[in-house]
C-alpha cells in the first residue's frame, strides 16, 4: 500500500511539472519543471502568473537576425572564411580557424581554378565521347584519353 501511494505521488509531480514546465516556456521562459514537480498546484500557480517574456527571440528570428548580422558585417568590410565558413569583422586579419584574409582571397581563387579546370576536363570527355559514338575513335583510344584526363 505503501508502495502504491508513493507511486501515485510521484506521477502526480511529474504531471504537474510537465504542465508547469509547458506554461512556463509557452509564456517565453526556459524551465519551469521544478515548480510543478515540487509545489504541485501552488506551482502551476505560479508559474501562470508570471508575465509574457517579450525579450526572448524564437529559434527562427535567431537565424533570421544572425543572417542579418552577419551580412552587415560583410558589407561593412568584413570577410568570410571560405575554409571554415565564419564571418570576421574587418579588423580581423586572422579567422579563428587559423586562415588569414590574404590567404583566403589565395584560396577563393585556387578554387575557382580548380572548378574550372573540372569543367573542361568534363567537357573534354564528353567530346571524346561523341567521337566515340559516332565512330571516329575506337574503345581503345577513348580509354587511354579517359585515363589521361582523369589522372588514372
Given at each position: 500500500?505503501?508502495?502504491?501511494?508513493?507511486?501515485?505521488?510521484?506521477?502526480?509531480?511529474?504531471?504537474?511539472?510537465?504542465?508547469?514546465?509547458?506554461?512556463?516556456?509557452?509564456?517565453?521562459?526556459?524551465?519551469?519543471?521544478?515548480?510543478?514537480?515540487?509545489?504541485?498546484?501552488?506551482?502551476?500557480?505560479?508559474?501562470?502568473?508570471?508575465?509574457?517574456?517579450?525579450?526572448?527571440?524564437?529559434?527562427?528570428?535567431?537565424?533570421?537576425?544572425?543572417?542579418?548580422?552577419?551580412?552587415?558585417?560583410?558589407?561593412?568590410?568584413?570577410?568570410?572564411?571560405?575554409?571554415?565558413?565564419?564571418?570576421?569583422?574587418?579588423?580581423?586579419?586572422?579567422?579563428?580557424?587559423?586562415?588569414?584574409?590574404?590567404?583566403?582571397?589565395?584560396?577563393?581563387?585556387?578554387?575557382?581554378?580548380?572548378?574550372?579546370?573540372?569543367?573542361?576536363?568534363?567537357?573534354?570527355?564528353?567530346?571524346?565521347?561523341?567521337?566515340?559514338d559516332s565512330g571516329a575513335?575506337?574503345?581503345?583510344?577513348?580509354?587511354?584519353k579517359k585515363k589521361q584526363?582523369?589522372?588514372?
Amino acid at each position: 500500500m505503501l508502495w502504491a501511494s508513493l507511486i501515485v505521488s510521484v506521477i502526480t509531480a511529474i504531471i504537474f511539472g510537465i504542465v508547469s514546465k509547458t506554461i512556463n516556456e509557452n509564456k517565453g521562459y526556459y524551465g519551469g519543471f521544478a515548480w510543478g514537480f515540487w509545489l504541485g498546484i501552488i506551482g502551476i500557480i505560479v508559474v501562470a502568473c508570471k508575465p509574457e517574456n517579450k525579450s526572448r527571440e524564437s529559434f527562427a528570428e535567431k537565424i533570421y537576425n544572425d543572417d542579418l548580422r552577419k551580412e552587415r558585417i560583410v558589407s561593412e568590410g568584413g570577410w568570410k572564411c571560405n575554409r571554415c565558413g565564419r564571418t570576421n569583422a574587418s579588423y580581423t586579419t586572422t579567422c579563428i580557424c587559423g586562415t588569414s584574409e590574404k590567404e583566403n582571397k589565395n584560396w577563393e581563387k585556387k578554387e575557382v581554378k580548380t572548378s574550372d579546370r573540372q569543367t573542361s576536363q568534363a567537357d573534354e570527355l564528353k567530346k571524346f565521347k561523341d567521337l566515340l559514338d559516332s565512330g571516329a575513335i575506337t574503345q581503345e583510344e577513348y580509354n587511354v584519353k579517359k585515363k589521361q584526363l582523369l589522372n588514372l
